[in-house]
């Protein structure tokens, strides 16, 4: 899994391997909107890559900002990608608003992964 050693080599686990760590996809957001306001709508990148979309550093700044925030958007179903599809959140009335500021997040899933409690920098997403 993306973000998480199966041998001990190198410390084991890390949470500086995970693939969705929110201080420095924080960080990224933020240069990306500081060079928007320097480089305004003249300069554009290629999003999603290989896609010929084009948008500003901005659209792009939001656009991360969106993948985010939807790590903790339920789904028609309730399901929030960062509980992995536990039915306790999505179904049980005293959990269902409750979300979980996990440390890092699988890359592929949104499963919260690491410290359960991490309300510092990923509690940034509010």
Not at 28 to 36: D, F, S, T
Not at 44 to 52: A, D, F, R, Y
Request: net charge neutral; with cysteine; aromatic share 12%.
């Amino acid at each position: 899994m993306p973000g998480e050693s199966d041998s001990h080599m190198f410390g084991g686990n890390s949470n500086w391997r995970g693939p969705v760590w929110f201080p420095i996809v924080y960080l990224i957001v933020e240069a990306l909107e500081r060079y928007h306001h320097f480089y305004s709508n003249d300069f554009t990148v290629e999003l999603p890559t290989g896609s010929g979309k084009r948008v500003t550093l901005q659209g792009a700044a939001n656009e991360i900002s969106r993948r985010l925030c939807r790590l903790f958007e339920p789904d028609a179903t309730g399901h929030r990608p960062c509980h992995n599809g536990d039915p306790r959140y999505a179904t049980h009335p005293d959990r269902k608003g409750r979300l979980l500021f996990h440390e890092y997040f699988h890359a592929d899933t949104g499963r919260g992964c690491g410290a359960s409690h991490q309300t510092g920098w990923t509690a940034l997403v509010a």
